[in-house]
């Protein structure tokens, strides 16, 4: 069977079967954001793993070394801020081909520590090795999470309201500007002005883990659910529906969407809805929480963490599915889009 007959989750569904039953003190195995394992009483360790191929998840032509660094300690550090977690320990593993020299591999440790210090993360280790071909990183990280305070993605419950922080499409806005430019013939008046070029690649190459925001959001009380928005919203609120066995509405109008990314959209031709709803790598936070408390509680929250955070729909039963609530209140299914490992 061909992995592009069942795709990346299919995939993973049918590895989990293969898994020994867990011990007693895994709290949360394979599904979610990061696993959790009980080390202590009251405390939960977070342990979570990711990879970066070249030409999968980077290009050399696009991205420099630092921001390869950057982005590879971003993605891991998010998924621990997605549990309500702070980041605690990595190990680093890194395949070289021969053509990256010494330096260059200095600057992708620069950009992983500097993403890493920013939330307090030490980076204690790791192997590196040759590689015949591609770049690659593997980055495996710790993080730490009062039990009472850890959210998963199997939470959410009927009637709760759907919010997200920050603003989304931003990272896919600032991709499509990169390969754009880099493909650009028409010369440097085609260029779109620098300040707005600057702030737009930058949603894309230093992206920023929404730690703070997680932590005040699961000290509410009120958020049942969570996950970071790394495969566009369409993809995460799918992950989150399925695991929490239910149905979601959102309302497009709502979805928080900045006047860069929107800048971008039209500088290239596309859409800027588009770009929220499939480009993923926003990281993000998509979550939700209970609808009698949340709005003035959520309010609080953003508050102390700095942040926006706008309310875009409600989870419903799940023999509803997930529904797009388009201008004029029209309903439609809602479609995932966006980059999927092992499809054709």
Known sequence: MKLSRIGEFGLISRL??????AGSDVVVGP???TAAVRTAAGTLTLLTADVLVEHVHFDRGIHGFEDIGWRAMAANISDIAAMGGRPKH???????????TVERVEEIYHGMAAAAGEHG????GGDTVASPRELV???ALTGEVAEEHMVTRAGAREGDLVGVTGHLGGSQAGLAMLRTLQQETRGPEAAPPAERWDRIRGRHLRPHPRVRAARELVRTGCVHAMIDVSDGLAGDLRHLADRS???AEIEQEKIPIDDQTRWAAEHLGASAFDFALSGGEDFELLFTAAGETAPEVLEKAAGKAGLAITLIGRILPRKEGLIMVGPGGRKEPLVQGGFRHFST
Request: contains cysteine; aromatic residues 0%.
């Open 90 to 100: 990595a190990l680093v593993s890194i395949c070289l081909p021969d053509d990256v």
């Open 16 to 21: 989990q079967r293969q898994l020994l039953p």
């Open 121 to 124: 993360c030490d980076i204690i």
């Open 31 to 33: 599904g979610d954001d």
């Open 137 to 139: 990183i593997s980055i």
């Open 245 to 247: 066995g239910v149905g």
